[in-house]
């Protein structure tokens, strides 16, 4: 019998929490909550939609997060 592949599942966490914060602070807080990759970018970004688990993307502006979802 073959192994069963076993992904790992990302962190259960609020993407939302993220919103209001210091754009650092906030990649800090999520890589210690267990997201393996965080991504900021600047609003209207052009961006390809695959989805990438482990993935956090932040959109950022003036040094804030306004904007905050998983993949």
């Keep these: 019998m ?7 599942q990302p962190p259960r966490d609020a993407p ?3 919103v ?3 754009a650092e602070g906030a ?6 909550r267990g997201w393996s ?7 209207g970004s052009i961006i390809t ?3 990438l688990q ?3 993307n932040f959109e950022v502006e003036g040094g ?6 998983v993949g």
């Design 2 to 8: 073959a192994p069963t592949s076993r992904t790992p």
């Design 20 to 22: 209001g914060l210091d």
């Design 54 to 56: 482990g993935r956090l």
């Design 49 to 51: 939609m695959e989805y």
């Design 16 to 18: 939302e929490s993220y």
């Design 64 to 69: 804030t997060v306004t904007r905050c979802w």
């Design 27 to 32: 990649e800090q807080l999520a890589r210690t």
């Design 37 to 43: 990759t965080v991504r900021s970018l600047p609003p």
